[in-house]
Structures are given as structure tokens and as C-alpha cells.
């Protein structure tokens, strides 16, 4: 079992490559594209093209997990929803990131930025602002507003964006997604939906000529689970499941 499964309902674990030039669109080249992923991964059986013109290549969700690839106009993406291992999620970002230079023409100068992504969803029924507020705690410069009489918390989603080396070309980031209005705040009726944590680590810019994109993303993964240890898993994760339980 990989090591964040228990920390929220559903984990996920997701790889997004931007390029600076739009990415073929042709038939032949879609379709053989797609051909090879799901010659490696002959569960991912649904095709399909978004009304946006995104296409999309994914699993039927089996024992709570799912594979997708979609092809943007300017971006790849690769997910695993609840994989097995970490191990696992980055075989399969691996695959792509091997197909793409000779199948849809990539190159390492075209990347624009590459993106390692880690996501926690939490089901909740009831306002997800405040259950954050409550979870991670308001600054101390803004405690004065959360004690305003009567008031109630209707927007509250922290993201912070880091640097990590001075040429500032690799990233981290962690943001926190809900889903509560003010519609239901007032009338004090909540559906059951998720609140969202995602923490990414990326890099921008081209790649050197020493280096590849499989060897990137697993230099992001690395530093990305040496990150989620120091800041994200006892800091943001267990505050908001445990607040979830409390209630």
C-alpha cells in the first residue's frame, strides 16, 4: 500500500506536461498514440472527446481506482486515481513521457513546465470554508475578522507558492479547493462533495540536453515526498481528516 492512501478518501497521483507549441491534432496520430497506451494498459478502454475538443483515453473505475491520459492543445496529462503504489503511478507517467517525443513530437525544448502532482479529496457535507478555517487556522492578522458577530466564513482557500532554488524554475505549491457557496451557507444546506488539497512540485522551462523527461519527473516525485513529510502530511492532511472526524 502506498503511503498516503490513508490520509483522505481518495489520493491521486497525476503528471502534467505544458508545451510551447500546440501539439499535433491529426487523426492518425491521436489514435495511434492512444493505441500504444492502451496496448500497456489494455483496461483503459473509453475514448472520448471532450466539447472542448480535449481528448481523452481512461478505465472503468475498478476497486476504487482509475487510470486516464488526456491530450490537450498545448498539454499532456497522465493520472491515476488511488493507485497501488506510488511505484506504479510513475511507470505509467513514464510511458507517456517516452512516447511522446517520437509519436506526437515533442522535444525537450518545448517544455514550457512539468508538473508532479499529489491530490487529496475529503468528502464533507456542510461548509468547507469554515471546516478549513477551523482545520488549519486563520492567521493572526485576520483572527479579528473571524470574530466578527455573527459572521460565517464563506471563502477560505489557502495556496501557497514556493521557489526552490534561486533561478526559481522549480516550484512547489499547495493550494486547498472547496466547494461550499454562499446559496448554502444561507439556507444551511450542504450536499456531500469534496474538499480538494493539491501540492505540486514543477519545473519550468526546457530541458537541458543531459536530461530527459523521465528523469525529471522522477526528480520531482522525489523531492515532492520529501516535501509532503516536512510540511503537507502532519501540517494540512491530518489537520483537515481529523477535523472531518471530530464532527
Not at 500497456?40 to 472520448?48: C, G, I, K, V, W
Not at 448554502?184 to 512540485?201: A, H, L, M, S
Amino acid at each position: 500500500m502506498q503511503p498516503y492512501s490513508t490520509l483522505a478518501d481518495d489520493f491521486y497521483c497525476n503528471m502534467h506536461l505544458n508545451t510551447e507549441m500546440a501539439l499535433p491534432a491529426d487523426r492518425e496520430t491521436i489514435l495511434s498514440f492512444f493505441e500504444r497506451v492502451q496496448k500497456t494498459y489494455p483496461s483503459m478502454r473509453n475514448f472520448f472527446t471532450r466539447e472542448n475538443g480535449d481528448f481523452v483515453l481512461e478505465q472503468d473505475k475498478e476497486d476504487g481506482s482509475k487510470r486516464w491520459v488526456s491530450l490537450e492543445p498545448r498539454r499532456i496529462c497522465r493520472g491515476f486515481l488511488n493507485p497501488p503504489s506510488i511505484d506504479e503511478a510513475i511507470g505509467q507517467h513514464e510511458l507517456v513521457l517516452d512516447l511522446i517525443p517520437f509519436m506526437l513530437s515533442v522535444s525537450k525544448l518545448d517544455c514550457e513546465a512539468l508538473d508532479y502532482v499529489y491530490g487529496f479529496d475529503y468528502l464533507y457535507r456542510g461548509n468547507h470554508d469554515q471546516l478549513v478555517a477551523d482545520a488549519l487556522g486563520v492567521p493572526t492578522s485576520l483572527a479579528s475578522f473571524a470574530k466578527i458577530p455573527g459572521a460565517q466564513v464563506i471563502n477560505f482557500e489557502p495556496v501557497v507558492t514556493l521557489a526552490l532554488e534561486e533561478s526559481c524554475r522549480r516550484h512547489a505549491r499547495w493550494q486547498v479547493e472547496t466547494r461550499t457557496n454562499a446559496y448554502q451557507v444561507r439556507r444551511q444546506e450542504f450536499p456531500e462533495e469534496n474538499v480538494t488539497v493539491c501540492f505540486t512540485v514543477r519545473q519550468y522551462g526546457s530541458l537541458g540536453p543531459d536530461s530527459t523527461f523521465e528523469d525529471t519527473v522522477r526528480a520531482l516525485r522525489v523531492m515532492s515526498d520529501e516535501l509532503m513529510e516536512q510540511c503537507v502530511m502532519e501540517q494540512i492532511l491530518q489537520p483537515i481528516r481529523e477535523t472531518i472526524a471530530a464532527r
